[in-house]
């Protein structure tokens, strides 16, 4: 078995979807990124490719990639979970923590589950996210951007 862990920050601006695991979330900003900035799975990427070993998500997708440009992190979610499974390890659990101050994250959790463990086609039992504040401390606080960190169990098939 091996631990990984991630974690990952965007800057929130005008003129973005708020993408969050893969769910889109109503909200006034959304993440800037090369892609479409979803920090959730960002984090989960880089948990992953650090228990398998495979470095990290600049690495395996760089930013300066054209052919990456918009593309949905849940496909680079899916595509980090094809290179694991290639490399001889499966998923036993992903544990995430998302921080922001807004907006409120708890109604659309449920569907972040879903659609990271279809992503890693794991179930969503084996999949926690959850979302908590830093009571207006920090970036995260002063609403400037949205951090995930995620930790994530893997075995030999």
């Known amino acids: 078995m091996r631990v990984g862990n991630g974690a990952d920050a965007h800057e929130l601006v005008a003129g973005r979807p708020l993408?969050?695991?893969g769910v889109a979330v109503p909200h006034v900003r959304g993440l800037a990124?090369?892609?479409d900035g979803d920090a959730l799975c960002h984090a989960v990427i880089d948990a992953l490719l650090g228990?398998?070993?495979l470095g990290d998500i600049g690495m395996q997708f760089?930013?300066?990639?054209?052919s990456l440009a918009g593309i949905s992190s849940r496909i680079l979610l899916q595509r980090t979970a094809?290179?694991?499974a290639s490399d001889g390890w499966c998923v036993n659990n992903v544990d995430a923590t998302i921080l922001a101050q807004r907006p409120r994250l708890a109604p659309y959790v449920a569907s972040m589950r879903r659609r990271v463990a279809a992503a890693l086609?794991?179930?969503h039992q084996r999949v926690s996210i959850k979302a908590t504040t830093t009571d207006h401390l920090g970036f995260t606080g002063r609403e400037e951007?949205?951090?995930a960190f995620a930790v994530a169990l893997l075995s030999r098939r």
């Open 19 to 21: 993408i969050l695991g």
């Open 33 to 35: 990124g090369h892609s």
């Open 51 to 53: 228990a398998a070993g």
């Open 62 to 66: 760089p930013s300066d990639d054209p």
């Open 82 to 84: 094809a290179a694991i």
């Open 121 to 123: 086609s794991i179930s």
């Open 145 to 147: 951007g949205i951090a």
